[in-house]
């Protein structure tokens, strides 16, 4: 049964729910759930050719919706309107 679009978006807001910012864990960086897992470390995983599930393996405390969650989080900051250089 396919997903409508609505229903994808909430996934995407309860994924992105999973993200915290908190400046006692990891200097501020975003992390899954409050741990000590930034989202950039997630996601260079990935980009390095990790599967989910050798992740998952490897860090026992990690769900599958976290790495969705990191992907969601990086979709949602892809999102920008126009991007202006800061020093010229």
Same mark, same amino acid.
């Given at each position: 049964?396919?997903?409508?679009?609505? =229903?994808?978006? /909430?996934?995407?807001?309860?994924?992105? $729910?999973?993200?915290?910012?908190?400046? =006692?864990?990891? @200097?501020?960086?975003?992390?899954?759930?409050?741990?000590?897992?930034?989202? /950039?470390?997630?996601?260079?995983?990935?980009?390095?050719?990790?599967?989910? $599930? =050798?992740?998952?393996?490897?860090?026992?405390?990690? =769900?599958? /919706?976290?790495?969705?969650?990191?992907?969601?989080?990086?979709? @949602?900051?892809?999102?920008?309107?126009?991007?202006?250089?800061?020093?010229?």
């Amino acid at each position: 049964m396919r997903r409508s679009t609505r =229903e994808r978006a /909430d996934d995407a807001s309860r994924l992105l $729910e999973l993200i915290t910012i908190d400046s =006692e864990v990891c @200097h501020g960086k975003p992390c899954i759930r409050g741990l000590r897992y930034p989202v /950039d470390m997630i996601l260079t995983l990935l980009s390095a050719g990790m599967s989910g $599930e =050798e992740i998952l393996s490897d860090y026992d405390d990690l =769900e599958p /919706d976290d790495i969705r969650a990191a992907l969601a989080f990086a979709a @949602h900051l892809s999102r920008v309107k126009q991007v202006r250089a800061v020093v010229s």
